[in-house]
């Protein structure tokens, strides 16, 4: 999976990304902004600075818009586009958005847009699929619909 995926990730992630990229950790991230602070406050100058955690975006991620759908193969394309519509709208999304993004993924997802064969994209997508957790002492498995696998850069 990481040969079929990391020319592609870094190609997507560009030079600015720090974390889950090798030798571009999010401790040169810091060292870059406190670099950039000290150097304003030592000059006078003004800097405005503004911190995305993306965490939480990684959690909202949905999985089909990335990998694809999981359906049966013998659905149409109608099938699959009401079938996703559905799907998003169980996750929280408006009807209008979505439909639009049920017919993008079923016309092309992102991983497959990002030039990730097939096989590679049939892997990832069988990693990610019925993630489940447990709370607790509890028997009850809680499967995730959205998201991935946290720390998995897949």
Known sequence: LYDGVEEKYLRYVGTNQCGAVK???ADMAHHFVR???DYAAANGLCIALVFIDLIKAFDRILREAVLGWNFDSDMDSNERISKGTD???ELGMGRNE???LAAQVDKQCAATAAGID?????LLQELHAGTWF???DSTAKLVVEKGGRQGCKF
Do not use: L
């Open 23 to 25: 030798q571009r950790g």
């Open 35 to 37: 670099t950039a602070m």
């Open 87 to 89: 799907k998003f709208i």
């Open 98 to 100: 979505a439909k639009q």
């Open 118 to 122: 097939e096989e590679t994209r049939a």
């Open 134 to 136: 447990r709370v607790k």
